[in-house]
């Protein structure tokens, strides 16, 4: 397995990286909560109506515990926390959350491992390949440059 990309140019005159190009991630399809529950029913005992009861159920439960100002580790895989964009005021008693909140967003990080080395690396990116994406792949729309 391998993480696909393509190629494309920075057409930002104004930019520092004009003229110069980078690699963009490619999605090549969606894997939804259905897809996942078949997927991993195939690697274990369990059904998937089963496995789709329980991760409907995580996520009810994960937006109830981010919405009690909590943060949610899951083993493995990371930790979720809710975050504020908002906008600043002069005076502390001038704050005002219905005013001054703009967003709520979640805020994902991934689980790091530390080696025997010392060396922190990323649970999800252990492993990982980049691999260009072949010019006539099928079932993959491409995507417009910037």
């Given at each position: 397995m391998?993480v696909f990309?393509r190629l494309?140019?920075?057409t930002?005159?104004?930019s ?6 980078y690699?963009?991630a490619?999605v090549?399809?969606v ?10 029913q ?6 998937a ?5 329980v991760?409907?159920?995580?996520v ?6 981010l919405q009690?100002?909590?943060?949610v580790?899951l083993d ?5 926390k ?36 010392g060396?922190?690396s990323?649970t999800?990116?252990e492993?990982v390949?980049?691999?260009?994406l ?7 729309e ?5």
């Open positions: 391998s990309y494309y140019k920075n930002n005159s104004k520092r990286a004009y003229n110069k190009w690699a963009k490619v090549t399809n894997v939804n909560t259905a897809k996942l529950a078949e997927i991993m195939r690697n274990c005992t369990v059904k109506s089963d496995i789709r009861a991760l409907t159920e995580l009810e439960t994960m937006r109830d515990q009690d100002s909590k943060r580790k493995g895989l990371g930790s979720f809710l975050g504020l964009s908002t906008d600043g005021v002069e005076d502390y008693d001038k704050f005002e959350p219905r005013k001054h909140v703009k967003d709520v967003h979640v805020i994902f990080t991934p689980e790091t491992t530390v080696d025997a080395n060396t922190r990323k999800f990116l492993g390949t980049v691999t260009e072949p010019k006539n792949a099928v079932g993959v491409p995507e417009p440059e910037p």
